[in-house]
């Protein structure tokens, strides 16, 4: 079983106890990316990034400090650099040897900039979402950019195993869904408001932490386990679940 999750804006480069370290896949893509936003100034990131001017210079400064080499002076594993809503949720500072290495085996993280990314690949801070629309010598944005390379990776990773979409719309979009040869499940989590059952953003970010929390910690390869999940006080929902998505309520 393969999880999906996305990446966080805040970042955490904090020192880390955690010694196992591999670099990233898609060296040269991501050199490609890095050269493209070298070239912009403040302001154009700015504009592209719709962010302030401070995010904006900070951003500037990182693509210009970026290195071909990874390592621990510049760069941080994935799983401990990210601090976003999914991440909090994630708690790897309880987080046995026996834990990250099943992450690393059965967790990838969507992003903008690095592709895909396993929970120990090192990353050098950064800002590059992936719904947003850099233009480049073989698209007009990221989704055009990486193509069926994400896809095509995934499926080669899964080998067949069922593949577990916890990412958001944005970036799980870079996954061409006909291209996968494994079958998809994408977990949605509702909360129950007003007399309806609704899908509020940062509970779901939250909830998608949890799950992949229990996944890992838990050591869950059949899917099907994932309808015993009820961190958070969620529960599975049989009658608002299709075969691909299951509905998680509370």
Known sequence: MIVLISPAKTLDYSP???????QPEF???IGE??????????????ELMDISENLAELNVARYHQFSDVFNEDN????????KGDVYTHIDVASFSAEDFSFAQDHLRILSGLYGLLRPLDMIQPYRLEMGIKLKNKKAKDLYGFWGSKISKAINELAEGQSIINLASNEYFKVVKKKDLESTLV?????????????????????ARGLMTDFIIKNKVENPEMLKTFNEGKYEY???????DEWVFIR
């Open 16 to 22: 880390t106890n955690v010694t196992t370290k591999t």
């Open 27 to 29: 060296k040269k893509e």
């Open 33 to 46: 990316l890095v050269e493209i936003m070298k070239k912009k100034s403040r302001n154009s990131v700015q």
């Open 75 to 82: 760069a941080k594993q994935a799983l401990l650099a990210f």
């Open 186 to 206: 994408s977990p949605v989590f509702k909360e129950y408001k007003n007399g309806a059952y609704k899908n509020i953003g940062i509970f779901s970010k939250q």
């Open 237 to 243: 929902s049989e009658n608002k679940s299709s075969t």
